[in-house]
C-alpha cells in the first residue's frame, strides 16, 4: 500500500540529527508530569525530567511551561538527565537509547550512542553526567564519552566480564578520570588511550554500587549507605539510611534522597536540613534555602508539601478515552492478545473541565484493577461507570463512581472467567450499554449489559457464540460490538429498537468471513455519515453498506476499499490489524494501524491526506488504541499505551452551511512558511473561487468535507504574486456564502 507522508503545518525551528522535524504548533501534550526523574537549576528557575517530559518552574512568580514531543523533543521515556547552568546545554537520554541536546538555540536529536556490533540487549541511557564540554553516558553495557561542542561521540568502554556486559549504573568524570557506579563495585580509568579497553580499569571498592556524584568529594552509594572518596581509600558517609533513590554533590552541599526524606550535608557529614516529604522521593535539590524533592507520584514538592507541576493525567499508560460536554476521562488498563488482562493497577484519570483528577479509590485499591473503560454518565455527568477486565475474584465488573468517589461494583460476584466486561457505550437516548464476553457456563458466548437506571442494575443479554469482546458503540438503534478472536470473532450488530429493557423484537446479525471479511477477528468498527460501516479486522479493513438492511438480509456482503498503487488496484490496508476507526464531521476517516501509525483519509478511502507516525509526529507509539475527535473544537486525541497527544484537526463541525471560517497562516510569508494555506469551518460542499484584487480568477475548486488547501498556485500551476486574494465561497444550494481575504508575501 502506497502511504503518503505529509509535513504540515508551522514547525518549530529545530536541527537534529538523523531524524526529521516531528513537532508543530498544532500540536499539544495530554502526558503525565508526575513522575520526576531529575531536577536542575538555572538562575532561579528549577529544569525537572519526567518520564515523557521537560518541565521548567520559575521560583520567583510560580511560572510553569512544558517540553515535550509535542513541542521540540523527538522521544518519550526519558531515562536520564542533566544540564549545565554555565553553558545552558542539557542533555535529555531516553529508553531506547537515543538523546536529545538541547541549547539555547536548537534541540539536536543522536538516534544512538555506539554499541557493540551485534549487540542487541538493553540500550537505556541509565544515566548522564556533564562537566564541562565532555558528558559521561551510562548504559546497560558500558560508558561513552560526548563531546559537546562537536556534538559527537568518542571514547566507549565495553564493560564486558567475561561473555556477560556489566552495566554501567551511574559515572562521574572527576580530574580527566571517569568512575562508575555497578553491580560489582566502583571502577575507574584516566581518559586516554586505554580507555576503552576494560581489562584496563580499576577497581576502586568492591560492592553493589547504585549512585555516584561528584563535588568537592566524590561520593557514592548502595541502597542504604553512602561512602566517599579519600586521598587513601574509601570511608563511610555519616547518616542512616532507609532506601536511597539519589545522591547529589554539589560543591560542599551533599544532597540525598532516601524513601520519602530529602537530606542536606555537608561534606565533613553534618546534617543542615531535611524534610519529609510524605511519599517516595526520586531526587532532589536545595536552592533559596529551600529544599525541593523529585517525587514519583506529584511532580516537585517544596517543603510546605506543595505540589509544583504541569496539570496532567496521573500516569502515561492509557487505553481507551471517553468526551463528554467539557469533561475527559482516560481508562489505562489492556489485555495481551485481546484476551489475558494486564494489571497496572491504576484506574482512571479524569479532566473535569478545569483540572485533572486522579480518585483517592485508585492509590488504596488498586490490586486486580484492568480498567479497560470508563464512560461519563450521560444523564448525571458528575458520574462515572468503568470496566474492571480481572480475573482476580472478587474485582471484575462494572463500577459506579460519582464526583470520583466509588458508589457501587456491579456484577463481581462471578468466579472463573465468566462474564467479563469489555467497553462501556452511551446511545443517543443517554442509554447504556456494556459489551461482555465468556458469558455463563459457555466459553465463548457474547453479548451486552443493559443499565436499567430506575432499578441501578445491570440487565445481562446473551446472544451468540463468538470470543471476546472490544468497546462497543451504537448508531440509530443498532448495538455494535466487535469480537476480536480470530476463528470465531466478528462483528455483532443487534438491533434492539431503541428499546433495551424489550427484547422481544430485536435481531441481530454478525458479520464474519462468510461475509467477506478477510478475518474473523474484528477489532474496531464506526458508522460513518453515509450510514457505511467501515470494519477494521485483524487481517485488513472491510465496508459494509446500509446496516439495518443487512441484519434482515441472509448473506450480506461486505466490499474492501481498492487503492492504486502501481497502477495496479490493491486492497487498503490488507493483511494489517485495524485497531481504530473515528469519522469526522465532514465524513474523512481517521484510522490506526498496528504498528503503522494512524491514516487520514478521505470519505472513500481513496485518499491519505495525512499518514502520522512516531517518526513523523509527536505520536508515543505506532500503535494508537483509541481516536477521539471534538467536532466543536476539531481537535483529534490520540491515545497510546505511553500517553495521549492532541492534533488540532481542520474540520469542524459539518454541515450544510458555512461555519466560522478560518484561513491559517494569514498573512503567508514566504520567507517563515512555504506549505498550503488552509481554510477551515466550510460547508460539507464548498465551491471556491479565488480572485486577485483586480477580480481575475487565479484558482477555483470544489471543497469537499469542511476544509481545503491552496498550495498558492494560479490556473497555470505558477505561484501567484505577492498581494492580497479574495475567497468567494458558496454552499452546494447556493444558499451561504461566505468571503475571506488572504494575503501573500513572497
Not at 510524605?278 to 505540589?307: D, P, R, V
Not at 472467567?417 to 455463563?440: C, R
Not at 445491570?458 to 463468538?466: D, E, H, M, Q
Not at 477521539?628 to 500517553?643: H, Q, R
Amino acid at each position: 500500500m502506497k502511504k503518503l507522508i505529509s509535513i504540515f503545518g508551522v514547525f518549530v525551528t529545530l536541527f537534529f540529527t538523523k531524524a526529521q522535524i516531528i513537532s508543530s504548533s498544532k500540536w499539544s501534550d495530554l502526558f503525565s508530569y508526575n513522575n520526576v526523574l531529575a531536577i536542575k537549576e538555572d538562575n532561579g528557575k528549577l529544569i525537572a525530567a519526567t518520564e515523557n517530559g521537560i518541565f521548567y518552574y520559575t521560583i520567583a512568580t510560580g511560572e510553569i511551561t512544558k517540553l515535550s514531543k509535542a513541542n521540540g523533543l523527538h522521544e518519550v521515556k526519558i531515562s536520564a538527565f542533566d544540564y549545565n547552568p554555565e553553558t545552558h546545554i542539557g542533555l535529555v537520554g531516553y529508553t531506547n537509547g537515543s538523546m536529545d541536546i538541547i541549547t539555547p538555540d536548537a534541540i539536536t536529536f543522536v538516534v544512538d550512542i555506539p554499541i557493540a556490533n551485534g549487540f542487541t540487549g538493553d540500550k537505556k541511557i541509565n544515566h548522564i553526567s556533564i562537566n564541562g564540554n565532555k558528558a559521561v553516558i551510562s548504559v546497560s553495557y558500558g560508558v561513552s564519552i560526548f563531546d559537546l561542542e562537536k556534538k559527537e561521540f568518542g571514547d566507549t568502554c565495553f564493560f564486558m566480564s567475561g561473555s556477560n556486559f556489566t552495566a554501567a549504573r551511574e559515572s562521574v568524570i572527576r580530574e580527566n578520570t571517569v568512575y562508575t557506579a555497578t553491580a560489582n563495585g566502583i571502577v575507574s580509568h584516566e581518559l586516554d588511550v586505554t580507555f576503552p579497553v576494560f581489562s584496563g580499569w580499576t577497581t576502586i571498592w568492591g560492592g553493589n554500587a547504585m549512585q555516584i556524584s561528584n563535588g568537592e568529594i566524590l561520593i557514592f552509594s548502595t541502597s542504604n549507605a553512602v561512602r566517599y572518596l579519600t586521598g587513601t581509600g574509601v570511608a563511610a558517609f555519616p547518616g542512616s539510611y532507609t532506601s536511597i533513590k539519589d545522591i547529589i554533590a554539589n560543591g560542599s552541599e551533599i544532597l540525598i534522597a532516601d524513601q520519602n526524606t530529602v537530606k542536606l550535608y555537608n561534606t565533613s557529614g553534618t546534617l543542615l536540613k531535611q524534610n519529609d516529604f510524605a511519599e517516595t522521593t526520586n531526587t532532589g535539590i536545595y536552592t533559596g534555602n529551600q529544599l525541593f524533592a523529585g517525587t514519583k507520584l506529584s511532580g516537585i514538592k517544596n517543603e510546605a508539601g506543595n505540589e509544583i507541576k504541569p496539570d496532567g493525567p496521573f500516569n502515561n499508560s492509557s487505553y481507551k478515552m471517553d468526551m463528554y460536554q467539557n469533561q475527559i476521562v482516560i481508562s489505562s488498563g489492556g489485555r495481551n492478545a485481546f484476551n489475558n488482562p494486564i494489571y497496572r493497577n491504576l484506574g482512571y484519570y479524569h479532566f473535569d473541565g478545569t483540572k485533572w483528577n486522579y480518585p483517592d479509590y485508585f492509590l488504596t485499591n488498586t490490586s486486580g484493577m484492568n480498567v479497560l473503560d470508563a464512560v461519563i454518565n450521560r444523564s448525571k455527568p458528575s458520574e462515572i461507570f468503568f470496566t474492571n477486565y480481572s480475573l482476580i475474584a472478587g474485582k471484575r465488573g462494572i463500577y459506579k463512581m460519582q464526583d470520583n468517589q466509588f458508589v457501587k461494583q456491579y456484577e463481581g460476584s462471578y468466579t472463573g472467567v465468566n462474564n467479563l466486561p469489555g467497553g462501556l457505550t452511551y446511545d443517543e437516548n443517554k442509554q447504556l450499554f456494556a459489551s461482555v464476553m465468556f458469558i455463563g457456563s459457555t466459553p465463548y458466548k457474547i453479548g451486552y449489559y443493559y443499565y436499567n437506571a430506575a432499578s441501578d442494575a445491570f440487565v445481562l443479554n446473551s446472544v451468540v457464540i463468538a470470543g471476546g469482546v472490544q468497546k462497543p458503540f451504537t448508531k440509530d438503534g443498532i448495538l455494535y460490538i466487535p469480537a476480536p478472536f480470530v476463528g470465531d470473532g466478528g462483528l455483532l450488530l443487534y438491533d434492539y429498537n431503541n428499546s433495551p429493557s424489550s427484547t422481544g423484537d430485536d435481531r441481530f446479525k454478525i458479520i464474519r468471513t462468510d461475509n467477506n471479511l478477510p478475518k474473523n477477528g474484528v477489532v474496531s468498527a464506526a458508522v460513518d455519515k453515509s450510514d457505511n460501516v467501515w470494519i477494521g479486522t485483524q487481517g485488513g479493513l472491510r465496508i459494509l453498506s446500509n446496516p439495518k438492511s443487512a441484519i434482515s438480509e441472509d448473506n450480506p456482503q461486505t466490499e474492501p476499499v481498492i487503492i492504486e498503487e502501481n497502477g495496479l488496484g490493491e486492497e487498503l490496508f490488507r493483511d494489517n490489524s485495524v485497531l481504530q476507526i473515528a469519522v469526522d464531521t465532514g465524513n474523512q476517516k481517521w484510522v490506526s494501524v498496528d504498528g503503522g501509525g494512524v491514516f487520514y483519509l478521505n470519505s472513500t478511502g481513496e485518499q491519505t491526506f495525512q499518514h502520522f507516525t512516531k517518526a513523523n509526529s509527536p505520536l508515543p507509539t505506532n500503535s494508537v488504541t483509541d481516536i477521539k475527535i471534538d467536532e466543536i473544537s476539531g481537535k483529534v486525541y490520540f491515545v497510546t499505551l505511553d500517553g495521549v497527544v492532541v492534533y488540532q484537526g481542520d474540520v469542524v463541525d459539518v454541515n450544510e452551511n458555512f461555519g466560522d471560517v478560518l484561513v491559517y497562516p494569514n498573512p503567508v510569508v514566504y520567507a517563515n512558511y512555504k506549505g498550503n494555506v488552509t481554510i477551515r469551518g466550510l460547508a460539507e460542499k464548498t465551491n471556491i473561487r479565488i480572485t486577485d484584487a483586480a477580480g481575475n480568477l487565479v484558482h477555483q475548486a470544489v471543497a469537499r468535507g469542511g476544509f481545503y488547501e491552496w498550495n498558492l498556485n494560479n490556473q497555470r500551476g505558477i505561484r501567484v504574486a505577492s498581494g492580497i486574494y479574495f475567497v468567494l465561497m458558496t454552499n452546494e444550494d447556493g444558499t451561504d456564502t461566505a468571503t475571506a481575504k488572504i494575503a501573500v508575501v513572497n
